[in-house]
């Protein structure tokens, strides 16, 4: 009898909500002889034989982050271990534990073969994907590359030239029109702009007055992040290994973007290759250029590293723009103080007048407490090893920190934790009166990462961004559409990078004052 191989494979995404069921009788009949009174450790993750505690992952699979957070929040040291149908997932909030893989014992917990296969396909061995002495390479050269004055100041200009030109009248038409706006769109077309121009020198125009023109590019890097976020939310990871075997669906459409993202990017290389040897004065200036002089660097490799700071810089600086201009539109106070800074300083500011907004500065931060651009980070251990809070690893085991959790423990900032309040990162000298930032230890707020794997662009990622908060506040007041009528609280929703699920709608009023 012939197999309809595709009426099988439509069923399979549902395959675990029929088997696993099965054994609910089991389960039930378990929790019947156990206490029904309430327990301060009723919310920690059910285990039960051979499937560990996949019914708790399948319930919370929508809310990962805020689920862990809620979890680590009661753990003695904010660690719990997880298992699941022969897997084991440690997941941390401790600072010393975050410390211990990121610094202490950095060579035990690389990222591992399985997140490295999940992202392989479309990240390549670039620096986000990449282990061992290929990483170490690779973060030679980018950091020599990122510390250089004439890097910082490229960025600068193409960041003033993305304002003026393209965020600004987009805006201000939206003003005029009195239309809705969906500003995380803008900000990830805006981001996906400058960082083209600062990774290849290329322009692919995706934020127009128009937002309709979407190059081939923008498009298909656009359906690449989504479906590799999807792949990394999969609670069972053979789904989409099938279906990249068998080629259909999402994995289809992610190996087509993925051929689109190289054959473009091989042709802006070559052709970056071509006007460097026609014109050898031409300034090195973008990534690209520095990285193409280096006849060392094979093709594919220069295009797998140029690719990851694409991804890096794009999502990760949109996502935490957005969801600042959300918190500073509930929080009018921290708006008026944003504004008074604002009113101090030249109307064409400088770099240092940029990099000295104290104010905006802590704002950011406090953003990105609440809501990192990556909320969490996951390792393989190498070898077995203990945690310093005691915790057991043996080799293999999945290795996660929570970064959404650690920005939300009571006992590291209080039990107003979940509040925004921009002073917590600010100290008063006593003597002048003038407010300076008070940097937190980076194991407890690793929004950047920390240790030998720090985010190269971290300073470049705030001048950018308190560029952009400038050059908007100062013109317009962005207001969530949805306020007009009620509260308006957006959906976190996140695996790779934190985005508000459905957009973040928004009205923009031009200032008069």
């Given at each position: 009898?012939?197999?309809?191989?595709?009426?099988?494979?439509?069923?399979?995404?549902?395959?675990?909500?029929?088997?696993?069921?099965?054994?609910?009788?089991?389960?039930?009949?378990?929790n019947?002889?156990?206490?029904?009174?309430?327990s301060?450790?009723?919310?920690f993750?059910?285990?039960?034989?051979?499937?560990?505690?996949?019914?708790?992952?399948?319930a919370?699979?929508?809310?990962?982050?805020?689920?862990?957070?809620e979890?680590?929040n009661?753990?003695?040291?904010?660690?719990y271990?997880?298992?699941?149908?022969?897997?084991?997932?440690v997941?941390?909030?401790y600072?010393?534990?975050?410390?211990?893989?990121?610094k202490?014992n950095?060579?035990?917990?690389?990222?591992?073969?399985?997140?490295?296969?999940?992202l392989?396909?479309?990240?390549?061995?670039?620096?986000?994907?990449?282990?061992?002495?290929?990483?170490?390479?690779?973060?030679?050269?980018?950091?020599?590359?990122?510390n250089?004055?004439?890097?910082?100041?490229?960025?600068?200009?193409?960041?003033?030239?993305?304002?003026s030109?393209?965020?600004?009248?987009?805006l201000?038409?939206?003003?005029?029109?009195?239309?809705?706006?969906?500003?995380?769109d803008i900000?990830?077309?805006?981001?996906?702009?400058?960082?083209?121009?600062?990774?290849?020198?290329?322009?692919?125009s995706?934020?127009?007055?128009?937002?309709?023109?979407k190059?081939e590019?923008?498009?298909?890097?656009?359906d690449?992040?989504?479906?590799m976020?999807?792949?990394?939310?999969?609670?069972?990871?053979?789904?989409?290994?099938?279906?990249?075997?068998?080629?259909?669906?999402?994995e289809?459409?992610?190996?087509?973007?993925?051929?689109?993202i190289?054959?473009?990017?091989?042709?802006?290389?070559?052709?970056?290759?071509?006007?460097?040897?026609?014109k050898?004065?031409?300034?090195?200036t973008?990534?690209?250029?520095?990285?193409?002089?280096?006849d060392?660097?094979?093709?594919d490799?220069?295009?797998?590293?140029?690719?990851?700071f694409?991804?890096?810089?794009?999502d990760?600086?949109?996502?935490?723009?957005?969801?600042?201009?959300?918190?500073?539109s509930?929080?009018?106070?921290?708006?008026?103080?944003?504004?008074?800074?604002?009113?101090?300083?030249?109307?064409?500011?400088?770099?240092?007048?940029?990099k000295?907004?104290?104010?905006i500065?802590?704002?950011?931060?406090?953003?990105?407490?609440?809501y990192?651009?990556?909320?969490?980070?996951s390792?393989?251990?190498?070898?077995?090893d203990?945690f310093?809070?005691g915790?057991?690893?043996?080799?293999g085991?999945?290795?996660?920190?929570?970064?959404?959790?650690?920005g939300?423990?009571?006992?590291l900032?209080?039990l107003?934790?979940?509040?925004?309040?921009?002073?917590?990162w600010?100290?008063?000298?006593n003597?002048?009166?003038?407010?300076?930032?008070?940097s937190?230890?980076?194991?407890a707020?690793?929004v950047?990462?920390?240790?030998?794997?720090?985010?190269?662009?971290?300073?470049?990622?705030?001048?950018?961004?308190?560029?952009i908060?400038?050059?908007?506040?100062r013109?317009?007041k962005v207001v969530?559409?949805?306020?007009?009528?009620n509260?308006?609280?957006p959906?976190f929703?996140?695996?790779?990078?934190?985005?508000?699920k459905g957009?973040?709608?928004?009205?923009?009023?031009?200032?008069?004052?």
């Amino acid at each position: 009898m012939a197999v309809d191989l595709g009426f099988l494979l439509s069923w399979f995404p549902y395959s675990p909500y029929i088997i696993l069921p099965c054994l609910t009788f089991l389960i039930f009949f378990y929790n019947s002889k156990k206490s029904t009174s309430p327990s301060p450790t009723d919310i920690f993750p059910k285990s039960y034989p051979i499937i560990g505690s996949v019914f708790a992952l399948l319930a919370n699979r929508d809310r990962h982050n805020q689920w862990a957070a809620e979890v680590l929040n009661v753990c003695p040291t904010n660690t719990y271990v997880l298992r699941y149908i022969g897997m084991v997932i440690v997941t941390t909030a401790y600072p010393d534990n975050v410390k211990h893989i990121l610094k202490s014992n950095f060579s035990n917990y690389p990222k591992g073969g399985e997140l490295r296969g999940i992202l392989s396909d479309f990240l390549g061995d670039g620096i986000f994907n990449a282990d061992g002495d290929s990483w170490k390479f690779q973060r030679q050269i980018s950091s020599h590359e990122f510390n250089s004055t004439s890097l910082r100041k490229f960025i600068e200009e193409v960041v003033k030239i993305e304002i003026s030109d393209r965020l600004v009248p987009v805006l201000s038409m939206t003003a005029e029109k009195n239309t809705v706006l969906d500003f995380q769109d803008i900000l990830q077309r805006f981001a996906f702009d400058y960082i083209c121009k600062i990774s290849f020198g290329y322009d692919p125009s995706y934020l127009s007055l128009s937002l309709e023109k979407k190059t081939e590019f923008a498009v298909a890097f656009e359906d690449g992040t989504r479906i590799m976020s999807e792949r990394i939310g999969h609670i069972f990871q053979l789904y989409w290994k099938v279906k990249r075997f068998l080629n259909i669906g999402s994995e289809k459409r992610l190996k087509q973007a993925t051929a689109t993202i190289r054959e473009s990017a091989r042709k802006i290389v070559r052709q970056k290759k071509n006007e460097l040897n026609e014109k050898s004065s031409l300034e090195t200036t973008d990534l690209l250029s520095r990285f193409v002089k280096d006849d060392k660097l094979d093709e594919d490799f220069v295009i797998d590293i140029v690719i990851s700071f694409i991804l890096a810089g794009q999502d990760t600086s949109s996502a935490a723009l957005t969801w600042f201009f959300w918190l500073v539109s509930c929080n009018p106070q921290v708006e008026k103080e944003i504004l008074k800074e604002i009113s101090q300083i030249a109307e064409e500011p400088g770099y240092d007048d940029i990099k000295n907004m104290v104010y905006i500065h802590v704002s950011l931060c406090e953003s990105m407490r609440l809501y990192p651009p990556v909320p969490y980070d996951s390792k393989e251990a190498a070898g077995d090893d203990i945690f310093p809070d005691g915790t057991i690893i043996k080799k293999g085991d999945r290795v996660s920190f929570s970064v959404y959790a650690m920005g939300r423990m009571d006992n590291l900032w209080g039990l107003d934790s979940n509040e925004f309040k921009p002073e917590r990162w600010l100290q008063k000298d006593n003597a002048t009166g003038k407010l300076s930032f008070v940097s937190k230890d980076s194991f407890a707020y690793p929004v950047f990462q920390a240790g030998p794997r720090i985010c190269l662009g971290k300073e470049m990622a705030f001048l950018q961004m308190k560029m952009i908060v400038v050059e908007v506040f100062r013109r317009f007041k962005v207001v969530p559409a949805a306020v007009i009528g009620n509260d308006f609280v957006p959906e976190f929703g996140s695996y790779l990078t934190s985005k508000m699920k459905g957009g973040f709608p928004v009205k923009i009023q031009k200032r008069t004052a």
